[in-house]
């Protein structure tokens, strides 16, 4: 229901990136396990996967790369965060902007602040902002990840952020959770009651439900 909606409204969505950016600015980047040529135990060092990430760019002359939606991934392995003796979660629930530090990030559509916080703990989201949009009585929510510590100040709960207004940026890897910089984006039908946070990685048991509830996001590639 939400991804058809959008694509009703797709022509109306403002670029996340700002419009500074062209199509061909960007690459696909694929951090998928069975990506062929990924070297899965280099990628998962800060320094690996930056050297990665900026080959691909140089390689495919782009200036940001973008990616992500159910990849199951390697990178999470690090972080305890991800683990349980119940599940191993490395199934990623958005997308990744992989851009430089300071990346401006524009409003796709008119919203109001729902929640932010600064999730500190290790290759989490680092500082974080969702939004609240709504379009023909539906609610929904975008989420914004690894963002800069400058981007939750003079932040309120409610707060009107208009289509198209700056509003946060992308982090560097001492305030967006240890990543190499970009931005998390995860749409959400259903916030589940929580703040400030959602599962931006799920595991192989709850991917069903958490597929439906953070539908693809790649509608909101406008470029």
């Not at 990030?105 to 729902?114: M, Q």
Request: proline share 3%; with cysteine; glycine share 8%.
């Amino acid at each position: 229901m939400i991804i058809s909606l959008l694509k009703k409204y797709q022509r109306d969505l403002y670029p996340i990136l700002g419009k500074s950016f062209q199509k061909e600015d960007f690459c696909k980047i694929d951090l998928n396990v069975n990506a062929s040529d990924l070297d899965l135990n280099a990628i998962q060092t800060y320094d690996g996967l930056d050297l990665y990430i900026q080959n691909e760019l140089k390689k495919k002359g782009a200036k940001v790369g973008i990616g992500g939606y159910l990849e199951k991934r390697v990178l999470y392995q690090q972080s305890n965060k991800y683990k349980s003796e119940a599940e191993n979660r490395n199934i990623h629930l958005g997308i990744d902007w992989w851009s430089e530090v300071g990346t401006e990030i524009y409003s796709p559509l008119d919203g109001k602040v729902h929640s932010f916080q600064y999730n500190d703990l290790f290759l989490d989201y680092g500082a974080t902002i969702i939004l609240e949009h709504e379009l023909e009585g539906i609610v929904f929510y975008s989420l914004y990840g690894h963002l800069s510590f400058a981007s939750l100040e003079n932040l309120e709960k409610g707060m009107l952020i208009k289509k198209g207004e700056f509003f946060t940026s992308v982090g560097n890897r001492h305030e967006n959770g240890g990543w190499v910089p970009h931005l998390h984006f995860q749409i959400i039908k259903d916030m589940m009651g929580k703040e400030g946070d959602f599962p931006g990685v799920t595991s192989d048991k709850y991917l069903s439900e958490f597929s439906k509830n953070c539908p693809d996001p790649n509608v909101f590639f406008v470029y």
